[in-house]
């Protein structure tokens, strides 16, 4: 073995983690049959290996502890003749004459309560009926995309639900659910809403919650990693029954799908619910993880520790592991925590990977850090390198904090409640970060520059579930005088203009029925009180609702809002300049996309008053105006001078 300066028979030392062997088969962790069990598992520097057999995933000591055999490229092997199905198993490795602390592997696939034990199944049988026939709802664009983000728990806990499996997966296979006025709930409302893609908050399995203690009703976002490759077991019916978990998240999956909706993961590949004792690190002490020049922990994430993609075998984890989700549970895209973290070759792998299966998978992330990294910046897969990127999208941070003002201070309001000289920030989010004669890239909020080679690879949103929601940094950024009618204006213009923007719409479940969070910034730990979506608000704030639901209509009627690039956005893209200040106009010209209309007009008033404006000449059709939306047409326009109500916008066009 290259790079190793003692001998087998003790602990192996490499001189550095690139001299650490790659391993480049398919079978890590367990390849099961009824007549054998075959376990590998890659543990480099152990001296010894062992494999502990267990009859439950929770209590009582190992009934067999048998020893692992060194094969090839740094893996340990051992194959049991027998049919283990029911069982439950952990690794035990010996580094530098110490017995580590059990671990279930870091491949694992299947686990007992609390994923601390590895679970024997025959995934056979974790199958719905019918699941060889689930297929991905049609997707033509990346743009055709409208993104909804909600964490498992807030869709279906409230008591006005209407939903039985409150907190669970199934509660995404409940038809027929109602709130409090007999209006539809759950999936019927995602439909009726029309949204194409569920974006769900970590489903995998995570550490801060105590499956043996559902009942204490504990709440988390889920961004602490425990299992990478197991479904969360606090959102199954059973957490101690290993193949219950595994058969609910596809019932979800293919209940969505036979909804016509999407499936999006969010997964956290850039750290470890703890570093020191991680699941990872309980195999190949440091290797999984950075380290800074003193030999600290890296924290980039701000949770302690920073995983290293660029390693050879925590890259070949990565890629598996997204592409494990991809066909074991049908999953349609994946949005990549604290992106930055991770390195561009490993990104566009992972791209390659899944275009094998489908390229119409759709690959998204956060293009910054928490921290600082150890890694040099131009490696990474942070915002300013999107460019290197293949196809993967970034949330625009320039898009949000210019519609609704500064993420960090909550008192700054942005352009839909009346601030000044946000228009070039505005405007490079209708043109989805891409370059665009029309903007000066000297006045934006962050970037200074294009970052974006197509529309497809930018996110559009004003709020998700990290700081406070829309209505609650409306509510606390709002000008002194400002009325309840003008927040409900101010909310209704920023949607507006995240949905007739070039790129990828994204909104925070519940927005369309007005959510608030009581004005607190991160709930990643706050109780259902403040987290759950209040269905009955679909009653209360009706208004609302139908204005989102025919944003969405107007949107995916109209391919005019969808181009899917740059050199589509940079011909028939045409800013006209109102001659006022905290108006944004622009056209949508010559039926662009195979578009039904020759010409759209879109003007946005950030101003708290009415504004008169001169608008091109021609028979226009409006369908938007002063909150509210017909797609049939509210009234036709044959003037040149126009009022654009306060706070909103106004949408027109002509056949």
């Not at 622009?586 to 608008?615: A, C």
Request: proline share 4%.
């Amino acid at each position: 073995m290259a790079g190793m300066l003692c001998a087998c028979s003790s602990t192996p030392h490499y001189a550095t983690y690139d001299d650490y062997p790659v391993y480049d088969g398919n079978d890590l962790e367990l390849t099961y049959s009824p007549q054998a069990s075959s376990f590998r598992v890659w543990a480099p520097t152990a001296s010894e290996v062992k494999l502990l057999l267990y009859d439950n995933g929770n209590d009582g000591g190992a009934y067999q502890t048998l020893d692992m055999n060194r094969s090839e490229k740094g893996t340990w092997l051992l194959k049991i003749k027998e049919d283990l199905k029911g069982k439950f198993y952990t690794f035990q490795i010996k580094v530098n004459e110490k017995w580590l602390e059990e671990t279930p592997g870091m491949w694992v696939k299947a686990t007992g309560v609390n994923g601390k034990r590895a679970a024997i199944i025959d995934f056979a049988e974790t199958n719905p009926s019918g699941w060889e026939n689930d297929v991905r709802p049609p997707l033509k664009n990346f743009t055709d995309i409208v993104l909804y983000e909600v964490h498992v728990r807030d869709f279906s806990v409230s008591p006005n639900s209407g939903m039985k499996n409150k907190g669970k997966f199934l509660a995404f296979t409940e038809h027929g659910t109602k709130n409090s006025a007999g209006e539809s709930t759950g999936i019927d409302h995602l439909k009726e809403l029309g949204i194409t893609h569920v974006h769900l908050l970590p489903v995998f399995d995570f550490a801060s919650i105590d499956e043996t203690k559902l009942n204490e009703n504990k709440y988390n976002w889920g961004y602490d990693p425990e299992n990478y490759n197991v479904p969360e077991g606090s959102y199954s019916t059973n957490p101690y029954n290993p193949v219950t978990r595994i058969k609910e998240f596809k019932e979800m999956v293919q209940s969505l799908h036979q909804a016509g909706i999407r499936v999006i993961m969010d997964v956290v590949y850039n750290h470890t619910a703890k570093g020191k004792g991680s699941h990872l690190d309980l195999l190949a002490p440091g290797y999984f993880y950075r380290h800074n020049a003193d030999s600290t922990w890296s924290n980039a994430s701000g949770c302690g520790n920073e995983t290293a993609s660029e390693r050879a075998m925590m890259r070949k984890f990565m890629i598996e592991s997204v592409v494990y989700w991809a066909t074991e549970y049908h999953i349609d895209g994946f949005r990549f925590d604290l992106m930055g973290i991770h390195d561009i070759v490993t990104m566009n792998a992972i791209r390659a990977a899944l275009d094998k299966i489908d390229p119409t998978i759709f690959m998204y992330g956060e293009g910054w850090t928490a921290a600082a990294s150890p890694l040099a910046e131009e490696k990474r897969a942070v915002k300013k390198n999107a460019k290197q990127l293949d196809n993967i999208a970034v949330f625009s941070d320039d898009l949000r904090d210019a519609l609704k003002g500064s993420w960090m201070h909550s008192q700054i309001p942005g352009f839909v409640s009346g601030a000044d000289s946000l228009e070039e920030s505005v405007k490079f989010g209708v043109v989805a970060a891409t370059q665009h004669d029309s903007i000066d890239y000297s006045k934006l909020l962050y970037s200074k520059a294009p970052y974006v080679n197509n529309p497809i690879q930018i996110i559009n949103y004003v709020s998700c579930h990290d700081d406070m929601c829309l209505y609650d940094k409306l509510m606390e950024s709002k000008p002194a005088n400002a009325t309840d009618e003008e927040i409900v204006r101010f909310d209704k213009l920023a949607q507006t203009i995240v949905f007739t923007s070039q790129g990828v719409p994204f909104i925070y479940a519940g927005e369309e029925l007005y959510r608030n969070k009581k004005g607190i910034h991160n709930t990643f730990q706050s109780p259902d009180s403040i987290n759950q979506i209040n269905w009955d608000s679909k009653t209360t704030h009706k208004d609302i609702f139908n204005y989102y639901q025919g944003l969405i209509a107007l949107r995916k009627a109209h391919a005019a809002f969808r181009m899917p690039t740059q050199e589509m956005v940079q011909q028939h893209l045409k800013f006209i300049n109102m001659n006022t200040p905290n108006v944004v106009a622009f056209m949508l010209t010559d039926h662009v996309n195979e578009e039904v209309w020759k010409d759209i007009l879109v003007i946005y008033n950030g101003n708290r008053k009415p504004v008169s404006v001169q608008i091109p000449q021609g028979e226009w059709n409006l369908v938007c105006n002063d909150g509210e939306i017909n797609l049939n047409g509210i009234s036709v326009i044959d003037y040149s001078s126009f009022v654009v109500a306060p706070s909103s916008a106004s949408i027109m066009y002509v056949k």
